[in-house]
């Protein structure tokens, strides 16, 4: 079944630093999104791109999206503490189905 | 900002028990839909719910579950004799209409089934 998988795991860098994650897939998507996650919390909507663009930014973010390859980066520049979450991507496969599927996130600490 | 509101945030229940977990969407949304995290796992699709009817749902989605939105403004999900494997972090999401895709999620309810 059509899943993300986020790509490193974990990771840990130093506040200033910059954090980029991955996330691969198998199947056609409609768009793919990334969201954020607390210790403990709900998930919060980041940014969303569409199959058919190839990078958005919004703030320190940047997602980028390679069709061909079938992956997607977020970055995340200039990391602060309070950026220390778990990053999931999401898939929209569209073709009438509204359920966005999950991969199992990266958990990045960004030590101050 | 509007949120999405779940209560309780935690649920302890005996296996085989009933429990209700309620959801208040966004008001305006027109979209719900019910995920679950098991603890240290990916956040799993179970149904969504759109013009008071099941539009989707996963293999996880069994006749132990079952959703409703009794009002204009609650979204339940039931399960009907719990199972220890139902023990997770499950989350209420909303959406609207409008050509905008992302969900908007609540902050969860934590259900130990003992």
């Known amino acids: 079944s059509q899943q993300g998988e986020e790509d490193p795991q974990a990771l840990s860098i130093q506040e200033g630093e910059n954090a980029t994650m991955n996330c691969s897939y198998k199947?056609?998507?409609?768009?793919l999104q990334w969201y954020r996650q607390n210790s403990g919390r709900g998930l919060v909507h980041l940014i969303l791109i569409r199959s058919n663009e190839r990078e958005k930014h919004s703030g320190r973010l940047r997602v980028t999206l390679d069709t061909s390859k079938k992956s997607s980066s977020l970055l995340i520049t200039a990391s602060r503490a309070a950026d220390t979450a778990s990053y999931f991507c999401a898939l929209a496969s569209g073709a009438g189905s509204y359920q966005l599927t999950f991969g199992k996130g990266t958990k990045l600490s960004v030590i101050p | 900002e509007p949120e999405v509101t779940q209560t309780p945030s935690h649920q302890v229940t005996q296996m085989g028990q009933e429990v209700i977990l309620r959801c208040v969407p966004i008001?305006?949304?027109?979209?719900f839909y019910w995920y679950r995290q098991i603890l240290g796992q990916k956040v799993e699709f179970l149904v969504s719910f759109y013009n008071n009817e099941i539009s989707e749902k996963s293999e996880i989605f069994d006749d132990q579950f079952s959703v409703e939105r009794p009002d204009g403004s609650n979204f339940t999900l039931k399960i009907r004799s719990t199972k220890l494997e139902d023990s997770a972090m499950y989350f209420c999401?909303?959406?609207?209409?409008?050509?905008?895709?992302?969900?908007?999620f609540g902050s969860g309810t934590q259900l130990s089934v003992l």
């Open positions: 199947t056609s998507i409609n768009n």
């Open positions: 999401a909303s959406r609207d209409r409008t050509g905008t895709e992302k969900l908007f």
């Open positions: 008001s305006n949304h027109l979209y």
